[in-house]
């Protein structure tokens, strides 16, 4: 059975692990078999976030503290990454579907001679190997895809491809994780980093992710999907049109060429549905649409749709839920 690695994303000030880092707890146990599930967390103040990441099922939790590492960098991560791997031994390495895991997984795959498999939403041991699922062809098609069983396979994993742990006592073990950082390795420093996102809820960790698109016609609308999205804790997204339109930041851009997410509902508000589009939020649990078209594609993927104008459905919409959930 291989032992398991959970490359914890953590970024600067975050004070709790993730939900999707804590799904690959769950993940990693079953994958695992009777193996070990071993955590990486890079952190400044590792000890919440670790006690948690016991809590919630690891049997070791890996610290480096080292303040070089405060913002992510590329190579400093991925020699981090890469020796934890090789200190573990660790056969598989799993994290969530990221921006940063899309960079690091991918350069630590080439640094450890091992097998990486991208934004997965199911995964099985088969044969002695790991077998993966994930869309390609701009999600028209699911791949199968068996991993090498002769080299460590480095995998990503979709927002709710697992179930949510449930915490217990913790059992485990904090030690930290020496790793000896050359120059070339900080060559390259992040000095800032930006936040453009309107919520507190990251939008590839969000259990409700409510889009808006083109026909929002301009920023200010996007405070209604907003105050819809904070009723139901979730995020605010947006498709392509409306990011390259001005109305949104590009960080909320949902799709081929933006963020993938699979959260348990999406509600796409004005979204026409193209493949690009759909290729970002096509596994989410329950879709939504409202859409003035009754014959837009986004219909095709969605469990529920509303033939309406989202100028009148959604304000509707967060009226009726304000009102329910405050009974
Ligand atoms: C290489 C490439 C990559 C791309 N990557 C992405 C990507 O990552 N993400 C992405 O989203 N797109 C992407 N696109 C663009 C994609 O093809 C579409 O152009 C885009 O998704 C359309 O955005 P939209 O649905 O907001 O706009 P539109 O297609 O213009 O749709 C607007 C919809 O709003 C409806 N509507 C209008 N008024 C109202 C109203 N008042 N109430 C309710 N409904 C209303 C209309 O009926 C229509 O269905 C990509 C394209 C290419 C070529």
Redesign the pocket.
């Known amino acids: 059975m291989p032992d398991v690695l959970v490359f914890a994303e953590h970024r600067e000030g975050e004070t709790e692990v993730s939900r999707p880092v804590l799904q690959l707890l769950v993940g990693g146990r079953a994958l695992a078999g009777g193996g070990k599930v071993t955590a990486l967390l890079i952190a400044a103040e590792p000890s919440g976030p670790a006690g948690q990441l016991l809590a919630c099922g690891a049997d070791r939790v890996l610290t480096v503290s080292d303040p070089r590492l405060a913002k992510y960098c590329t190579l400093a991560y991925t020699a981090v990454l890469a020796a934890a791997a090789r200190a573990t031994g660790a056969t598989l390495v799993i994290g969530p579907t990221t921006t940063m895991t899309r960079d690091l997984f991918s350069r630590a795959a080439a640094r450890l001679g091992a097998a990486a498999a991208h934004g997965c939403s199911a995964a099985k041991i088969e044969n002695g190997c790991l077998v993966v699922e994930h869309p390609v062809y701009t999600a028209k098609a699911m791949a199968e895809v068996a991993l090498a069983a002769d080299r460590p396979n480095l995998v990503t994993f979709r927002n709710n491809t697992f179930a949510n742990p449930t915490p217990g006592a913790g059992g485990g073990m904090v030690e930290p994780l020496a790793v000896e950082l050359t120059d070339a390795d900080l060559a390259g420093q992040v000095s800032e980093v930006t936040m453009t996102g309107h919520g507190e809820v990251e939008l590839t960790a969000a259990d409700v992710v409510v889009s ?5 016609k301009e920023s200010a609308n996007f405070a209604m999907l907003a105050e819809l999205a904070a009723v139901l804790g979730g995020a605010v997204g ?7 339109g001005g109305m949104a930041p590009h960080s909320q ?6 963020k993938t997410v699979s959260p348990r509902l999406y509600i796409a ?9 759909l ?2 939020m096509k596994d989410s649990g329950t879709i939504v649409a ?4 009754k014959d ?3 219909f095709e993927v969605a469990d529920y749709g509303v033939v ?4 009148q ?1 959604v304000p509707a919409l967060t009226a009726a839920l304000k009102s329910k959930l405050q009974k």
Request: glycine share 20%; charged share 10%; net charge negative.
């Open positions: 808006g698109g083109r026909s929002l947006a498709s392509r049109a409306a990011t390259d851009q949902v799709g081929l060429t933006g508000c004005g979204i026409s549905g193209a493949v690009q589009h290729a970002g409202i859409n003035t078209d837009a594609p986004i309406g104008d989202l100028f459905v």
